[in-house]
Protein backbone atom coordinates (compact mmCIF):
# COMPACT_ATOMS: atom_id res chain seq x y z
CA UNK A 1 0.00 0.00 0.00
CA UNK A 2 1.19 3.40 -0.74
CA UNK A 3 0.84 6.80 1.34
CA UNK A 4 1.15 9.90 0.63
CA UNK A 5 3.18 11.46 3.07
CA UNK A 6 4.28 15.41 3.81
CA UNK A 7 8.17 15.46 2.46
CA UNK A 8 8.98 16.77 6.05
CA UNK A 9 7.87 13.40 7.17
CA UNK A 10 9.33 11.64 4.57
CA UNK A 11 12.52 12.63 4.74
CA UNK A 12 12.48 12.74 8.80
CA UNK A 13 15.09 11.19 10.37
CA UNK A 14 15.45 10.47 13.52
CA UNK A 15 18.14 11.93 15.97
CA UNK A 16 20.50 9.35 17.14
CA UNK A 17 21.46 9.64 20.92
CA UNK A 18 23.72 8.03 23.89
CA UNK A 19 22.77 5.99 26.68
CA UNK A 20 23.45 1.99 26.86
CA UNK A 21 20.72 1.07 24.27
CA UNK A 22 22.19 3.59 21.24
CA UNK A 23 24.58 0.73 20.53
CA UNK A 24 24.13 -2.98 19.54
CA UNK A 25 24.62 -6.01 21.72
CA UNK A 26 25.99 -3.85 25.05
CA UNK A 27 26.83 -5.92 27.73
CA UNK A 28 24.86 -5.09 30.77
CA UNK A 29 28.16 -3.99 32.81
CA UNK A 30 29.12 -1.40 30.33
CA UNK A 31 29.90 2.05 32.28
CA UNK A 32 27.54 4.52 30.33
CA UNK A 33 29.86 7.78 29.92
CA UNK A 34 27.43 8.49 27.22
CA UNK A 35 24.65 9.71 28.73
CA UNK A 36 24.71 13.31 31.01
CA UNK A 37 22.43 12.40 33.79
CA UNK A 38 23.28 12.91 37.67
CA UNK A 39 26.04 11.31 38.90
CA UNK A 40 24.48 10.38 42.35
CA UNK A 41 21.63 9.07 40.65
CA UNK A 42 17.99 9.44 42.01
CA UNK A 43 17.07 10.60 45.81
CA UNK A 44 16.12 7.53 48.12
CA UNK A 45 12.45 9.31 48.31
CA UNK A 46 11.78 8.83 44.54
CA UNK A 47 12.33 5.04 44.81
CA UNK A 48 9.76 5.20 48.01
CA UNK A 49 6.89 7.46 45.53
CA UNK A 50 7.35 4.88 43.20
CA UNK A 51 6.59 2.04 45.13
CA UNK A 52 3.80 4.13 47.05
CA UNK A 53 2.39 4.87 43.41
CA UNK A 54 2.46 1.18 42.42
CA UNK A 55 -0.66 0.07 44.10
CA UNK A 56 -2.42 3.22 41.92
CA UNK A 57 -1.29 1.85 38.41
CA UNK A 58 -4.94 0.95 37.55
CA UNK A 59 -5.82 3.98 37.55
CA UNK A 60 -5.47 6.71 34.82
CA UNK A 61 -3.02 9.62 35.82
CA UNK A 62 -3.64 13.43 36.12
CA UNK A 63 -3.56 14.36 32.30
CA UNK A 64 -3.09 17.97 33.96
CA UNK A 65 -0.31 17.23 36.09
CA UNK A 66 -2.14 19.60 38.82
CA UNK A 67 0.11 18.36 41.94
CA UNK A 68 3.40 18.18 39.89
CA UNK A 69 3.18 21.74 38.49
CA UNK A 70 1.69 23.20 42.45
CA UNK A 71 5.39 21.44 43.64
CA UNK A 72 6.82 23.12 40.33
CA UNK A 73 5.26 26.99 40.95
CA UNK A 74 7.15 25.81 44.40
CA UNK A 75 10.14 24.58 43.14
CA UNK A 76 10.65 27.40 40.42
CA UNK A 77 8.41 30.30 41.88
CA UNK A 78 6.67 30.54 38.44
CA UNK A 79 3.02 30.72 38.49
CA UNK A 80 1.59 27.03 37.86
CA UNK A 81 -0.44 28.39 34.73
CA UNK A 82 3.20 29.30 33.42
CA UNK A 83 3.83 25.83 33.49
CA UNK A 84 4.11 23.03 31.14
CA UNK A 85 4.70 19.02 32.00
CA UNK A 86 6.25 16.60 29.34
CA UNK A 87 6.69 12.96 28.81
CA UNK A 88 10.58 14.51 28.65
CA UNK A 89 11.48 18.00 27.42
CA UNK A 90 12.34 16.10 23.87
CA UNK A 91 8.00 15.92 23.58
CA UNK A 92 8.08 20.01 24.70
CA UNK A 93 10.57 20.47 22.10
CA UNK A 94 8.18 19.05 19.43
CA UNK A 95 4.71 20.92 20.88
CA UNK A 96 6.78 24.14 20.68
CA UNK A 97 7.41 23.74 17.14
CA UNK A 98 4.11 22.75 16.10
CA UNK A 99 2.18 24.90 18.20
CA UNK A 100 4.29 28.38 17.16
CA UNK A 101 6.41 27.57 14.31
CA UNK A 102 5.03 26.81 10.98
CA UNK A 103 5.93 26.75 7.35
CA UNK A 104 8.81 29.11 6.46
CA UNK A 105 9.07 30.69 9.34
CA UNK A 106 12.65 31.63 10.15
CA UNK A 107 14.90 29.31 12.98
CA UNK A 108 18.27 30.31 13.96
CA UNK A 109 20.41 27.58 15.49
CA UNK A 110 23.86 28.20 17.10
CA UNK A 111 25.76 24.90 16.76
CA UNK A 112 27.23 21.97 17.42
CA UNK A 113 24.04 21.58 19.94
CA UNK A 114 21.46 19.24 20.80
CA UNK A 115 20.05 17.58 17.38
CA UNK A 116 16.25 17.47 18.30
CA UNK A 117 16.02 21.39 17.46
CA UNK A 118 16.84 20.78 14.19
CA UNK A 119 14.69 17.66 13.56
CA UNK A 120 11.46 19.13 15.20
CA UNK A 121 11.70 22.45 13.26
CA UNK A 122 12.10 20.47 9.98
CA UNK A 123 9.10 18.49 10.43
CA UNK A 124 7.45 21.98 11.31
CA UNK A 125 8.45 23.07 8.08
CA UNK A 126 10.68 25.79 8.66
CA UNK A 127 13.58 27.69 7.37
CA UNK A 128 16.79 26.93 9.28
CA UNK A 129 19.84 28.88 9.41
CA UNK A 130 22.28 27.64 11.54
CA UNK A 131 25.40 30.02 13.09
CA UNK A 132 28.48 27.45 13.89
CA UNK A 133 30.65 28.46 17.04
CA UNK A 134 32.51 26.82 19.49
CA UNK A 135 31.34 28.89 22.16
CA UNK A 136 28.58 31.99 21.32
CA UNK A 137 30.09 34.18 23.89
CA UNK A 138 33.26 35.16 21.62
CA UNK A 139 30.87 35.87 18.55
CA UNK A 140 27.92 37.07 20.64
CA UNK A 141 27.32 40.44 18.27
CA UNK A 142 27.91 38.66 14.92
CA UNK A 143 24.86 36.59 15.99
CA UNK A 144 22.49 39.33 17.30
CA UNK A 145 22.72 40.55 13.59
CA UNK A 146 21.47 38.33 12.19
CA UNK A 147 18.73 37.22 14.71
CA UNK A 148 15.82 37.15 12.17
CA UNK A 149 12.47 38.42 11.95
CA UNK A 150 9.15 36.98 13.29
CA UNK A 151 10.90 33.76 13.66
CA UNK A 152 12.34 31.78 16.78
CA UNK A 153 15.91 31.26 18.11
CA UNK A 154 17.39 27.93 19.64
CA UNK A 155 19.67 28.05 22.42
CA UNK A 156 20.90 25.30 24.73
CA UNK A 157 22.75 27.15 27.81
CA UNK A 158 25.19 25.54 29.10
CA UNK A 159 25.63 23.92 25.61
CA UNK A 160 25.09 20.35 24.78
CA UNK A 161 27.79 19.23 23.72
CA UNK A 162 30.04 21.91 24.51
CA UNK A 163 29.36 22.25 27.23
CA UNK A 164 29.94 26.48 27.53
CA UNK A 165 27.49 28.58 29.15
CA UNK A 166 26.53 31.98 28.95
CA UNK A 167 26.13 34.59 31.44
CA UNK A 168 22.90 35.54 32.11
CA UNK A 169 23.27 39.55 31.04
CA UNK A 170 24.71 38.22 27.10
CA UNK A 171 21.00 35.71 27.11
CA UNK A 172 19.20 38.19 28.62
CA UNK A 173 20.59 40.74 25.15
CA UNK A 174 19.71 37.85 22.76
CA UNK A 175 16.14 37.63 24.28
CA UNK A 176 16.07 41.48 24.28
CA UNK A 177 16.89 42.05 20.68
CA UNK A 178 15.01 39.06 19.33
CA UNK A 179 12.11 40.58 21.26
CA UNK A 180 12.58 43.80 18.73
CA UNK A 181 11.96 42.04 15.86
CA UNK A 182 8.94 39.73 17.05
CA UNK A 183 11.26 36.88 17.66
CA UNK A 184 10.72 33.86 19.64
CA UNK A 185 13.40 32.78 22.04
CA UNK A 186 13.97 29.21 23.07
CA UNK A 187 16.25 28.49 25.91
CA UNK A 188 17.22 24.87 26.74
CA UNK A 189 18.21 24.68 30.60
CA UNK A 190 18.34 21.43 31.00
CA UNK A 191 21.79 21.37 32.36
CA UNK A 192 21.43 24.66 34.47
CA UNK A 193 20.83 22.80 37.56
CA UNK A 194 23.92 21.13 37.33
CA UNK A 195 26.54 23.98 37.15
CA UNK A 196 28.54 24.21 40.33
CA UNK A 197 29.69 27.22 40.13
CA UNK A 198 26.59 29.66 39.03
CA UNK A 199 23.19 30.12 38.49
CA UNK A 200 22.83 31.63 34.72
CA UNK A 201 19.21 30.99 34.73
CA UNK A 202 17.17 33.11 32.65
CA UNK A 203 13.51 32.18 34.52
CA UNK A 204 12.70 35.04 36.32
CA UNK A 205 13.16 36.89 32.78
CA UNK A 206 9.61 35.41 32.14
CA UNK A 207 8.12 38.18 33.74
CA UNK A 208 9.18 40.65 31.26
CA UNK A 209 9.81 39.17 27.84
CA UNK A 210 7.00 37.44 26.57
CA UNK A 211 8.71 36.20 23.47
CA UNK A 212 10.79 34.05 25.82
CA UNK A 213 10.03 30.12 26.85
CA UNK A 214 13.05 27.79 29.17
CA UNK A 215 13.03 23.79 28.68
CA UNK A 216 13.61 22.48 31.78
CA UNK A 217 14.11 19.18 33.02
CA UNK A 218 14.43 16.35 35.89
CA UNK A 219 16.07 14.07 34.09
CA UNK A 220 19.37 15.20 34.21
CA UNK A 221 19.14 17.15 38.02
CA UNK A 222 17.80 14.43 39.91
CA UNK A 223 18.60 10.95 37.53
CA UNK A 224 15.27 10.24 36.41
CA UNK A 225 16.28 9.75 32.82
CA UNK A 226 14.06 6.11 33.13
CA UNK A 227 10.62 7.50 32.83
CA UNK A 228 11.15 10.72 31.30
CA UNK A 229 10.21 13.70 32.62
CA UNK A 230 10.65 17.55 31.57
CA UNK A 231 8.75 20.70 31.79
CA UNK A 232 8.64 24.10 30.34
CA UNK A 233 7.82 27.71 31.41
CA UNK A 234 7.00 30.80 29.24
CA UNK A 235 4.02 33.12 29.51
CA UNK A 236 0.47 32.32 30.06
CA UNK A 237 -0.57 32.72 26.71
CA UNK A 238 1.80 30.11 25.58
CA UNK A 239 1.74 27.88 28.12
CA UNK A 240 -2.26 27.54 27.59
CA UNK A 241 -1.48 26.51 24.09
CA UNK A 242 0.70 23.67 24.89
CA UNK A 243 -0.88 22.31 27.93
CA UNK A 244 -4.17 22.11 24.83
CA UNK A 245 -2.19 20.67 22.34
CA UNK A 246 -0.56 18.13 24.08
CA UNK A 247 -1.56 14.42 24.04
CA UNK A 248 -4.11 12.98 26.87
CA UNK A 249 -2.29 11.45 29.77
CA UNK A 250 1.19 12.49 28.60
CA UNK A 251 2.60 11.76 31.80
CA UNK A 252 2.59 8.85 34.07
CA UNK A 253 1.48 8.91 37.24
CA UNK A 254 4.36 7.02 38.25
CA UNK A 255 6.68 10.07 36.42
CA UNK A 256 4.79 12.83 38.01
CA UNK A 257 5.06 10.99 41.32
CA UNK A 258 8.50 10.73 41.41
CA UNK A 259 9.01 14.03 40.02
CA UNK A 260 6.83 15.54 43.22
CA UNK A 261 9.48 13.47 45.49
CA UNK A 262 12.69 14.61 43.85
CA UNK A 263 11.50 17.99 43.96
CA UNK A 264 11.63 17.96 47.74
CA UNK A 265 15.81 17.87 47.61
CA UNK A 266 16.87 20.62 46.96
CA UNK A 267 20.12 19.58 49.13
CA UNK A 268 20.54 16.79 46.57
CA UNK A 269 21.30 19.11 43.88
CA UNK A 270 24.07 20.81 46.71
CA UNK A 271 25.65 17.62 46.92
CA UNK A 272 25.71 16.61 42.77
CA UNK A 273 26.97 20.11 42.57
CA UNK A 274 29.87 19.62 44.75
CA UNK A 275 30.73 16.03 43.26
CA UNK A 276 30.70 17.63 39.22
CA UNK A 277 33.11 19.94 40.36
CA UNK A 278 35.16 17.92 42.00
CA UNK A 279 35.37 15.35 39.10
CA UNK A 280 35.16 17.12 36.19
CA UNK A 281 38.52 19.34 37.16
CA UNK A 282 40.29 15.52 38.14
CA UNK A 283 39.06 14.24 34.82
CA UNK A 284 40.17 17.47 32.59
CA UNK A 285 43.44 17.25 34.65
CA UNK A 286 44.02 13.92 33.87
CA UNK A 287 43.51 13.84 29.99
CA UNK A 288 45.16 16.94 29.42
CA UNK A 289 48.10 14.95 30.24
CA UNK A 290 47.47 12.78 27.41
CA UNK A 291 48.85 13.23 23.71
CA UNK A 292 45.65 11.81 22.36
CA UNK A 293 43.26 13.83 23.58
CA UNK A 294 42.01 17.47 24.53
CA UNK A 295 39.46 18.59 26.54
CA UNK A 296 37.33 21.81 25.75
CA UNK A 297 36.29 24.03 28.87
CA UNK A 298 33.04 22.69 30.11
CA UNK A 299 30.51 24.45 33.11
CA UNK A 300 28.51 21.87 33.80
CA UNK A 301 28.52 17.87 34.33
CA UNK A 302 30.01 16.46 30.35
CA UNK A 303 33.14 16.91 28.65
CA UNK A 304 33.52 17.51 25.48
CA UNK A 305 37.21 16.15 24.22
CA UNK A 306 39.06 16.36 20.73
CA UNK A 307 40.60 13.24 20.01
CA UNK A 308 43.37 12.42 17.53
CA UNK A 309 41.57 8.77 17.33
CA UNK A 310 38.56 8.85 14.88
CA UNK A 311 35.48 8.40 17.65
CA UNK A 312 34.03 5.56 16.22
CA UNK A 313 37.00 3.54 16.41
CA UNK A 314 38.11 5.05 20.19
CA UNK A 315 34.63 4.04 20.86
CA UNK A 316 34.74 0.71 20.38
CA UNK A 317 38.06 0.30 21.59
CA UNK A 318 36.31 2.07 24.61
CA UNK A 319 33.54 -0.51 24.80
CA UNK A 320 35.57 -3.55 24.66
CA UNK A 321 36.76 -2.31 28.15
CA UNK A 322 33.18 -2.13 29.13
CA UNK A 323 33.46 2.23 28.75
CA UNK A 324 30.57 3.47 26.65
CA UNK A 325 31.49 7.01 25.42
CA UNK A 326 29.24 9.40 23.11
CA UNK A 327 30.60 9.71 19.59
CA UNK A 328 29.69 12.96 18.61
CA UNK A 329 30.29 12.71 14.79
CA UNK A 330 26.53 12.90 14.14
CA UNK A 331 26.51 16.26 15.77
CA UNK A 332 26.21 19.24 13.54
CA UNK A 333 29.63 21.57 13.10
CA UNK A 334 31.69 18.77 14.78
CA UNK A 335 33.45 15.35 12.74
CA UNK A 336 34.88 11.74 13.77
CA UNK A 337 37.46 14.12 16.23
CA UNK A 338 34.52 14.39 19.03
CA UNK A 339 33.60 12.26 21.97
CA UNK A 340 31.51 13.14 24.78
CA UNK A 341 31.71 12.14 28.36
CA UNK A 342 29.93 12.80 31.36
CA UNK A 343 31.20 13.02 34.96
CA UNK A 344 30.70 10.19 37.43
CA UNK A 345 31.68 9.17 40.40
CA UNK A 346 35.24 8.97 41.35
CA UNK A 347 36.13 4.97 40.74
CA UNK A 348 34.12 5.45 37.74
CA UNK A 349 36.14 8.53 36.83
CA UNK A 350 39.15 6.85 37.43
CA UNK A 351 38.23 3.50 35.08
CA UNK A 352 37.94 5.86 32.24
CA UNK A 353 41.26 7.43 32.62
CA UNK A 354 42.90 4.36 32.77
CA UNK A 355 41.17 3.42 30.13
CA UNK A 356 42.00 6.17 27.95
CA UNK A 357 45.62 5.73 29.13
CA UNK A 358 46.42 2.14 27.75
CA UNK A 359 44.35 3.07 24.37
CA UNK A 360 47.31 4.06 21.44
Not at 312 to 336: M, P
Request: with cysteine.
Amino acid sequence: MKFRLEESIASHSPVKHGGLYSVKNVDSAVTDFSSNISPLGFPPLVKKAIKKEIQSLDVYPDSDSTKLRSHLEWYTGISRDQIVVGNGATEIIYNFCRAFLGKKTSILISIPTFGEYEVACKLAGCKISFFKTMNLNDSLDDFIKIIPKSGCIFLCNPNNPTGAIMPKSKMLEIIKNAKKKNTLVFVDECFIELVPSSNESVTKALKKFDNLFVLCSLTKSFGLAGIRIGYGLGSKKMISVLNKIKIPWNVSGLAQKAASAALCHSFYLDKTRNLIKKESKYLSSSIAKMPNFSCHNSATNFILIKSKIKSKILQKKLLAKKILVRDCSNFRGLNDQYIRIAVKNHKENVNLIKALESIK
